[in-house]
């Protein structure tokens, strides 16, 4: 019969990729605690207009990627992304009434039909950070921070950071006005998507990546427009503070005029995080503040600012990590006493397996080096004495002592 397969993007996580990801969680967690941040988890699916609202209707997100169903007439929508559904909680939980920074993480899988491709799945992770409750660009600098430290706790280098502001809805209008003017007379000749995007949402036309498109975005007249400064003062206030924060802090950064963010709902600060060592697919982190966002979703007017990244490619830069092996195999021909001491040795939180076939003591010993870090042999003359013989299996030594002092071997 036929076997069934994984579907096309998606991947199982095995038993030996588990390090990684245990890995990337555990710093996760201990990164963004030191930092006051809490953990928070929501739903998987949403109703659809959730994201239709909060991550925008001109993005490729809402327009070509989301798994929506309908289940009694509702049309619900597989997270592609999880700051929607933070939001959401944040304000049917009135956690705008907690007092200010409210710092929030999360992980787990998100979905988007996207084309499979290295680095890019239709169902794959992503940690991240929200930071509700504060205007001032510290907020920006320490979320920025965030990242960059978890990323240094992973052991990834050759990473960059890349900065920019999308100014204020009133500053970015007179943006867009002059971007669409120059970029007018090009009209025919772009993509499909950017004619879309001309009228809907220009400011994503700078994040085509269709080479014909890119090309007319880098004439001088274009790049005049797109390489000026047009963010407000208050806007620039906000930017150069932040600057200073992260020079005097020793982060470096770029700054990339052509960074826009595929979401609607970013206001000054954008920033990724690129590796070096991948390949096309290179953003590992991507975040920004989005003021408006909390209060567009019905919530009271709160600032915010937030990152995710792909934990897939992060794992890829982690690359392999060794296996983790049981403590102690118990070795014995008898089960009933094997049993015993490897349920004593749990309880006291050690892990401990033992050999359920009853198989010769050479056999086991051969699965214990496969396995474990010490075989604890339990021969009859070990039961009649009460003892049990430690054996470290990297370096063969042995020594048979007391039960009591066995488990001192491995606390
Ligand atoms: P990209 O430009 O690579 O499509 P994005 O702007 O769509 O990224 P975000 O929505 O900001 O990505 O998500 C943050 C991070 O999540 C990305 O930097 C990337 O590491 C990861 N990511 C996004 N989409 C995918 C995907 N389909 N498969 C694997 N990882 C992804
Ligand atoms: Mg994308």
């Given amino acids: 019969m036929a076997i069934i397969r994984v579907q096309k993007g998606t991947k199982d996580i095995l038993p030996c990729d588990m390090p990684v990801w245990h890995f990337m969680e555990d710093k996760a967690r201990e990164i963004f ?30 327009n070509k990627e989301m798994y929506t169903f309908e289940k009694s007439e509702r049309s619900l929508t597989l997270r592609p992304e999880n700051t929607a559904g933070v939001v959401r909680s944040f304000i049917e939980n009135g956690m705008h009434r907690l007092s200010a920074p409210v710092k929030l993480w999360y992980k787990g899988p998100m979905f988007r039909y996207e084309r499979p491709q290295a680095g890019r799945q239709r169902q794959f992770h992503q940690v991240g950070v929200e930071v509700f409750g504060i205007k001032q660009a510290a907020a920006d600098a320490e979320v920025i921070l965030m990242a960059v430290n978890y990323l240094k ?41 950017c004619q879309a995007r001309y009228e809907k949402n220009p400011l994503r036309l700078l994040d085509c990546k269709v080479e014909e498109c890119k090309e007319i975005y880098a004439k001088p007249e274009i790049q005049a427009v797109i390489q000026s400064d047009f963010i407000c003062e208050n806007c620039a206030n906000h930017f150069n503070e932040l600057k200073c924060y ?10 990339n005029k052509l960074l826009v963010r595929g979401l609607d709902y970013y206001n000054r600060t954008v ?75 749990r309880a006291d939180g050690i892990s401990a397996e033992f050999d359920l076939t009853n198989k010769k003591f050479v056999k086991q010993l051969e699965k214990a080096s496969k396995v474990a870090k010490f075989a604890l042999i339990l021969g009859e003359d070990e039961i009649a004495a009460g003892k049990v013989t430690v054996k470290n299996l990297d370096t063969s030594e042995q020594k048979t002592v007391s039960r009591e002092e066995a488990k001192k071997f491995f606390t």
């Fill in 33 to 62: 605690t030191s930092y006051g941040a809490k953990e928070i988890r929501t739903p998987i699916f949403e109703a659809t207009e959730l994201f239709a609202r909060g991550v925008g209707d001109t993005t490729d997100i809402v």
């Fill in 153 to 193: 706790a992973l052991g990834l280098n050759d990473l960059s950071v890349e900065l920019n502001s999308l100014g204020c809805p009133e500053c970015r209008e007179v943006f867009k006005t002059k971007l669409k003017e120059v970029i007018k007379p090009y009209l025919p000749q772009l993509c499909p998507d």
């Fill in 246 to 255: 992260l020079n005097a802090l020793n982060i470096n950064y770029s700054i």
């Fill in 271 to 345: 920033f990724e995080i690129k590796s070096n060592n991948l390949g096309s697919q290179n953003a590992v982190c991507g975040g920004g503040r989005y003021d408006s966002l909390v209060k567009n979703l019905g919530g009271e007017d709160t600032p915010a600012i937030g990152f995710a990244m792909g934990m897939e490619r992060l794992a890829s830069l982690i690359g392999q990590k060794e296996d983790e092996r049981t403590t102690a195999f118990v070795v014995s021909n008898n089960t009933l006493e094997a049993i015993r001491l490897t349920e004593e040795l």
